[in-house]
């Protein structure tokens, strides 16, 4: 089991960055493939950007591409999502989540373990 907890987000103005975290418990943090999530009020949770266990494979929704950026540190037991360009219909709450097998499904329903979430907000 893994537990994870995210941190970074807060208030930025259009055209900025923000770098998210999400700092995962456990002596396994590298067997697992990572996402980010994120859901505005009264929508649905929606796929970001994910990663595999090593880090060589990534996946973006298009309407993030070119702005935002995973990675993960599996020394510090940390996936990443920078965000660059950030604009106003970027704004929700962002969850970071595991799962056990070796793909990067973008179905939060193929995920195992989801943090508490951190709310991005970005004004025009």
């Known amino acids: 089991q893994v537990q994870l907890v995210e941190s970074g987000g807060g208030l930025v103005q259009a055209g900025g960055s923000l770098r998210l975290s999400c700092a995962a418990s456990?002596?396994?943090?590298?067997?697992?493939?990572m996402g980010w999530f994120r859901q505005a009020p009264g929508k649905e949770r929606d796929f970001v950007a994910g990663i595999s266990r090593s880090g060589s494979i990534t996946n973006y929704a298009d309407s993030v591409k070119g702005r935002f950026t995973i990675s993960r540190d599996n020394v510090e037991n940390t996936v990443y999502l920078q965000m660059n360009s950030l604009k106003p219909e970027d704004t929700a709450v962002y969850y970071c989540?595991?799962?056990?097998?070796?793909?990067?499904?973008?179905?939060?329903?193929?995920?195992?373990?989801w943090g508490q979430g951190t709310q991005v907000t970005v004004s025009s």
């Open positions: 456990g002596h396994t943090f590298s067997s697992y493939t």
């Open positions: 989540a595991a799962n056990r097998l070796g793909t990067v499904f973008s179905t939060p329903s193929r995920y195992d373990y």
